[in-house]
Nanobody
Framework: QFQLVESGGGLVQPGGSLRLSCTAS????????IGWFRQAPGKEREGVSC???????NYADSVKGRFTISRDNAKNTMYLQMNNLKPEDTAVYYC?????????????????WGQGTQVTVSS
């Protein structure tokens, strides 16, 4: 069974950094598209960053220049490095994986999801 488990969330002050990790089991991430999404209270889940099956990387405009997505196939793990965090980045962050060709910053493209990890940016 394909499972994803996130870690690395927490409370951080504005301007701080966090790195989220998402480790897969039951299948290799190497040939999957991977993505990070987030959902703030009262809002819909939105795409943050993804790498599609062809290796093309996309970022939401709100995080460009601050967040970096990456993967380590040997560890079957994906990462989201978040720098210069802002209060509006506060949300539950989810990782996702699937076979996705073309644009991937959409929840509809992914069937496999992690359980989510809370990120809170506050002073």
């Amino acid at each position: 069974q394909f499972q994803l488990v996130e870690s690395g969330g927490g409370l951080v002050q504005p301007g701080g950094s966090l790195r989220l990790s998402c480790t897969a089991s039951g299948s290799s991430l190497e040939y999957h598209a991977i993505g990070w999404f987030r959902q703030a209270p009262g809002k819909e889940r939105e795409g943050v960053s993804c790498i599609n099956t062809h290796g093309k990387i996309n970022y939401a405009d709100s995080v460009k220049g601050r967040f970096t997505i990456s993967r380590d196939n040997a560890k079957n793990t994906m990462y989201l490095q978040m720098n210069n965090l802002k209060p509006e980045d506060t949300a539950v962050y989810y990782c996702a994986a699937d076979i996705v060709f073309g644009p991937c910053l959409s929840t509809r493209k992914f069937d496999h999801w992690g359980q989510g990890t809370q990120v809170t940016v506050s002073s």
